[in-house]
């Protein structure tokens, strides 16, 4: 099944400084999703991105998917110190609605 | 609505003792997901339904683990007999197929 793999890890910015984070995966995939988890909380859909799509907006995000790399980017601009949380890529296949998610990436704005 | 709901939010048990843990599902969504979070595996995929039927299971890691879904409001995951490798944070998810999983709280197992 398809494994959503975020890099880098961990990114320690200021606030009003853009985060940006990527996704790659392995297969064949119907769209990549990406949430945002707090410390101590479920996973918050963010955004999702189709596999005929490059690009995407929503509010401060932006997200691209480039199905050739079998990679895609989160872009969070001008960062807020509430942005601090894990954000997670997770990949959908074709035929099926399982989610499978990679390991997060650990964001952390500074005041 | 309330979103998934999940319960309790924290679980403390000994070893060996059965654990019950609930979801009630955002109404209309007809697939409802089991997660599992530890810091060393991440998340993972422990079963999932769609329409209150068990589709893949896969991911149950051990015959102690078993989910019911007998109506499209609820459904539980019950450990029997827990261990202590079983503690982490147990994730219900729902969708309607055509957006994103909306996640409950979770709730945190600790198996002593």
């Known amino acids: 099944s398809q494994q959503g793999e975020e890099d880098p890890q961990a990114l320690s910015i200021q606030e009003g400084e853009n985060a940006t984070m990527n996704c790659s995966y392995k297969t064949s995939i119907n769209n990549l999703q990406w949430y945002r988890q707090n410390s101590g909380r479920g996973l918050v859909h963010l955004i999702l991105?189709?596999?005929?799509?490059r690009e995407k907006h929503s509010g401060r995000l932006r997200v691209t998917l480039d199905t050739s790399k079998k990679s895609s980017s989160l872009l969070i601009t001008a960062s807020r110190a509430a942005d601090t949380a894990s954000y997670f890529c997770?990949?959908?296949?074709?035929?099926?609605?399982?989610?499978?998610f990679g390991k997060g990436n650990q964001v952390v704005v500074i005041p | 609505d309330a979103g998934v709901i999940q319960s309790p939010r924290h679980e403390v048990t000994e070893m060996g003792q059965e654990v019950t843990l609930r979801c009630k599902p955002i109404?209309?969504?007809?697939?409802l997901f089991w997660y599992r979070q530890t810091m060393m595996r991440g998340l993972e995929l422990l079963i999932y339904?769609?329409?209150?039927?068990?589709?893949?299971d896969s991911g149950m890691p051990e015959d102690r683990f078993s989910a019911k879904m007998p109506n499209a409001s609820f459904s539980t995951l019950k450990i029997q007999p827990s261990e202590p490798r079983d503690s982490a944070v147990y994730f219900c998810a729902s969708s309607d197929d055509r957006w994103g999983y909306t996640f409950g709280s979770g709730t945190r197992l600790t198996v002593v």
């Open positions: 991105i189709r596999s005929n799509e």
């Open positions: 997770a990949t959908g296949g074709y035929g099926n609605n399982r989610l499978a």
């Open positions: 109404s209309g969504h007809n697939s």
């Open positions: 339904f769609n329409n209150n039927v068990p589709i893949d």
